[in-house]
Nanobody, 119 residues
Framework: VQLQASGGGLVQPGGSLRLSCVGS????????MGWFRQGSGKRRELVAA???????NYADFVKGRFTISRDNAKNTVYLQMNSLKPEDTAVYYC??????????????WGQGTLVTVSS
């Protein structure tokens, strides 16, 4: 399954964005889906992951602000981002992690979608 992330853009601090990740095929049987990000000059890191049974894992820096969800009927995973901060500026990617920790992924990294938080 190839994944395509979209929904990024420029937003002011405190604002919200919703990212979408659409699969080229069904994601129904995929155990885990995840969002990752890479800021300029930084390593790529896990933002949030979701299991098929609904269990989630969030990075400490987004807990209480971001929400991951999936719509299997639409082959889509979402990342609702609220209370955005300048330090959330990054390219956001979706992928298929092997677990909720997001240490390993199964798909190639696409182009991602750029989120810029700035006034």
């Amino acid at each position: 399954v190839q994944l395509q992330a979209s929904g990024g853009g420029l937003v002011q601090p405190g604002g919200s964005l919703r990212l979408s990740c659409v699969g080229s095929g069904s994601i129904f049987d995929i155990d885990y889906m995840g969002w990752f990000r890479q800021g300029s000059g930084k390593r790529r890191e896990l933002v949030a992951a979701m299991a098929a049974n609904g269990r989630t894992n969030y990075a400490d820096f987004v807990k209480g602000r971001f929400t991951i969800s999936r719509d299997n009927a639409k082959n889509t995973v979402y990342l609702q981002m609220n209370s955005l901060k300048p330090e959330d500026t990054a390219v956001y990617y979706c992928n298929i992690p092997t677990g909720l920790s997001g240490t390993w992924v199964l798909s190639s990294w696409g182009q991602g979608t750029l989120v810029t938080v700035s006034s």
